[in-house]
């Protein structure tokens, strides 16, 4: 079935959003797109899963598809050459799972396992040659599609993709912490920990890699490009916390922006979830003006010389690939079963898990 039967529609979508859920704003003014690649991305990213054990076959055979994890760095890193695209998906389907590990070592108070495996992470970001053939999946795979991503850009990226991501390691051992301990965090403080926890700044990073180009520090760090930078990341953040907060609920989480505001602001679940929703759409009314003001920043950077209009195209490039994640989220979070919990035998529990995995009995 195609990733996006509708896609092309202005007036159709594949899916019936929640009304809960719904943002006519990105319906209409963030049109979908799609890499070219995707098909054959999808069926190698889980020929991948399977090679690197990192889900059961009989898991990658009844629920890899309909995850659409693929899907979604497919609607995101337009532009990418084919192979820098396959190493991004899989890392990104790497995430996920390592996402659900994380979730079942807390679940079932594994705290030695994920404190080894915390730090075999660490490891292997810094050295991945010397992990690929480790006996942990999860340990080998990243250092697989790490392994690969590092042959694009040169060192210089390669240590700053490293040092956000060992931040994102440790902000996920701070959430552990958080969970076995029952400490829903304040609003602000949540806030702070999900930009590391949903890897803004790894995403961002990825956008230079499909565009086969580093930008210069000037460029990164000036405040034109890095707001509408965060305000795509955000957005998809606070967004999966929406989708994500039933879900959440039933697995006694303590992250989400819901819970927090519930917890520390006296809210209701359905107050808490209202302000979601107003902080979404002032995201989104904020990126809308923040790209305005990285297209000029791209077009000043254009200049007489050579050089200069190729680094304004690719600031051009990158700024429509944020664009491009507002719709590869949203309709992500309407297709993936990663989110559709009232059709889970046990609401706690997903079904794409698997439960015997890191030696749990």
Known sequence: MPAFPHSTSPTATAVAVPPALCLPVVETAFPRRLHPYWPRLQEKTRAWLLEKRLMPADKVEEYADGLCYTDLMAGYYLGAPDEVLQAIADYSA????????HDRDIVHRRSAAWRRLRFQLHAALD?????????DPLVAGLADSVGRMYGFLGERWNRRFARHFHAVIEAYDREYRNRTRGTVPTVEGYLD?????????????LLEAAAGCELPDAVRKHPAYRRAALLSQEFAAWYNDLCSLPKEIAGDEVHNLGISLVQHEGMTLEEAVGEMRRRIEECISGFLAAEKEALRFA?????VTVQG??????????????????SAVYWFHHESGRYMVDSWDDRSTPPYVDNEAAGEK
């Open 94 to 101: 790497w995430f996920f799972v390592w996402d659900d590990r």
């Open 127 to 135: 050295s991945p040659t010397h992990h690929l053939h480790h006996p």
């Open 309 to 326: 209009k190729e680094l304004s195209g690719t600031v051009k490039a990158i700024v429509a690939n944020m664009r491009n994640w507002f």
């Open 193 to 205: 920990l999900r930009r590391l926890t949903f890897a803004h700044w790894i995403w961002t990073d």
């Open 299 to 303: 077009d000043s950077l254009a200049g």
